[in-house]
């Protein structure tokens, strides 16, 4: 069954920095799109980033553009979300998505 198991979060100051992990198992990672999440208290779930399956095609949201790195490791299975000049709108709790799954989420929170 499709798993996907998100982790890497934590407290940062403002202008730190984090790598996500998105650990998926059953299915091929490799022929499947995997975006990245967030949703704030209060706010609605967006969308942060994705990956395509094949050519490595990304897209990005503009508030991330410039700051957020996703990339996969098809021979791992895991998808990262590098994060850099984290800003305090950016804490949310961040999901890995692919298709229908959903991981656990993973809490980001940027505060000083």
């Known amino acids: 069954q499709v798993q996907l198991v998100e982790s890497g979060g934590g407290l940062v100051q403002p202008g730190g920095s984090l790598r996500l992990s998105c650990a998926a198992s059953?299915?091929?990672?490799?022929?499947?799109?995997i975006g990245w999440f967030r949703q704030a208290p209060g706010r609605e779930r967006e969308g942060v980033s994705c990956?395509?399956?094949?050519?490595?095609?990304?897209y990005y949201a503009h508030s991330v553009k410039g700051r957020f790195t996703i990339s996969k490791d098809n021979s791992r299975k895991t998808v990262y979300l590098q994060m850099n000049s984290l800003a305090p709108e950016d804490t949310a709790v961040y999901y890995c998505?692919?298709?229908?799954?959903w991981g656990q989420g993973t809490q980001v929170t940027v505060s000083s």
């Open positions: 998505n692919m298709g229908h799954s």
């Open positions: 990956i395509s399956s094949s050519n490595g095609f990304t």
């Open positions: 059953g299915f091929t990672l490799d022929y499947y799109a």
